[in-house]
């Protein structure tokens, strides 16, 4: 493993992912099936989320697609291509609200696209925290999401072998349509990701590899979804409950 250190001094490295598997595997389930039988569970005003578990046993998961990257430059490998103006943008917005909501990881694991460390990056001149924050830049990321329904269990993989018990909040960035894909499994939700969306996630454990063997796929709370944008509309969505599907109504949601 190649260790350095990056201008925002964190510790980052780029690695292929342990075979080991962390946590109880879970069956695969055909994401489009989830799409099916539910649409997203809460759609939580991004300064008001649903109330947290027990700090004690709390597992905070941040699934943050990159900024929106430029076409500008037709020559660059897709891997290269950095952000755009309004990218840059949503990347300094998005973690402002982070920070306003008490969502700061303490481990970052990222895909190491050109695009996604120039969110970080962005991130990380906004809010201090994240320049604290122990940084891996992993490259499978980049290849994974691409990869129909086979995100969640390798996010799984991942998180269990870099995080620590004393670890409460992860925050993995990357691409879709894998992320939203991730999203979605690990909540039993349909959950939309566009670029700079972070799905905020929670569930219960003493340590990684319990919690997520005892969430598994669908167990995971989703606790709301922060939007990059000044101010956004927020769409009806239906609660999946028991096969019954119950309407929640579209909230007013004020800019942060």
């Known amino acids: 493993m190649n260790v350095g250190v990056c201008e925002m001094h964190s510790v980052i490295c780029s690695t292929a992912v342990s075979p080991n598997y962390c946590g109880r595997r879970s069956t695969h389930q055909n994401p489009n099936r989830l799409r099916a039988k539910s649409s997203l569970l809460i759609q939580k005003q991004d300064t008001q989320l649903a109330e947290p578990l027990s700090e004690s046993f709390s597992r905070r998961l941040i699934l943050l697609r990159h900024a929106k990257s430029s076409w500008d430059n037709r020559s660059l490998r897709d ?7 309004s990218g840059k943008e949503d990347a300094a917005r998005v973690s402002r609200k982070l920070q306003q909501l008490g969502w700061i990881p303490e481990l970052i694991l990222s895909s190491d696209a050109a695009r996604t460390k120039e969110t970080l990056k ?5 809010v201090q925290e994240l320049v604290e924050a ?34 409460v909040t992860v925050m993995c960035m990357g691409h879709n349509r894998g992320w939203e894909e991730a999203a979605s499994m690990f909540s039993g939700a349909s959950v939309e990701l566009k670029t700079c969306n972070a799905a905020l996630l929670e569930t219960a454990g003493k340590s990684w590899d319990e ?20 101010g956004y509309e927020a769409d009806d969505f239906r609660k999946y409950t028991g ?3 119950e309407m929640i109504p579209k909230v007013s949601v004020k800019s942060v």
């Open 134 to 167: 122990e940084v891996h830049f992993v490259s499978s990321f980049y290849s994974i999401a691409a990869m129909d329904g086979q995100t969640a269990e390798h996010l799984q993989k991942v998180i269990c072998r870099y995080s620590r018990d004393e670890v």
């Open 243 to 245: 096969g019954k599907v």
């Open 211 to 230: 919690a997520f063997a005892a969430a598994g796929f669908g167990g995971w709370k989703l606790q709301g979804i922060v939007k990059p944008i000044q």
């Open 79 to 85: 891997h290269d291509r950095p952000l755009s103006k």
């Open 122 to 126: 962005i991130m990380q001149e906004q």
